[in-house]
C-alpha cells in the first residue's frame, strides 16, 4: 500500500513563503518520479512541478517558474515545494503524487497515486 501525506499548508500573506513536504510509504519512492498539482475552487487540477526519481530533473509550470523549487530526499522518502513570492492566485489544494516511472510529466492521468492535499490560501 502506498500512502503519500502532505504538509505544510496553510495561510500566508501575498509576497511570503511556505514550504510543503510530502511523505511517501512504501519502498517504490526512490525509484519513481514526483510531482505536485494544485487545484483552485472552480477551477482544474493543473500542474505545478514535477521532479525525477533522482532529482537530476525538475519542471515547472509556467506560472510559478521562478518562484518555487521542487527537491527531494530519497532517505527520507519525502519531496518538498518551497513556494516563495506567493500570489493571491497560488490559492489552492495542493496535492503530491507519484508516478512509477523515472522522469515526471505534466499530465495528470499518468501519475499512480495521491495524497489528500493540503490547503493553501494567500491573502492580498
Known amino acids: 500500500q502506498v500512502q503519500l501525506v502532505e504538509s505544510g499548508g496553510g495561510l500566508v500573506q501575498a509576497g511570503g513563503s511556505l514550504r510543503l513536504s510530502c511523505v511517501v510509504s512504501?519502498?517504490?519512492?526512490?525509484?519513481?518520479?514526483m510531482g505536485w498539482f494544485r487545484q483552485a475552487p472552480g477551477k482544474e487540477r493543473e500542474f505545478v512541478s514535477g521532479i525525477s526519481w533522482n532529482g537530476d530533473s525538475t519542471v515547472y509550470a509556467d506560472s510559478v517558474k521562478g518562484r518555487y523549487t521542487i527537491s527531494r530526499d530519497n532517505a527520507k522518502n519525502t519531496v518538498y515545494l518551497q513556494m516563495n513570492s506567493l500570489k493571491p492566485d497560488d490559492t489552492a489544494v495542493y496535492y503530491c503524487s507519484i508516478r512509477r516511472r523515472p522522469r515526471s510529466g505534466q499530465d495528470d492521468g499518468s501519475y499512480d497515486y495521491w495524497g489528500q492535499g493540503t490547503q493553501v490560501t494567500v491573502s492580498s
Open positions: 512504501g519502498r517504490i519512492f526512490s525509484a519513481c518520479a
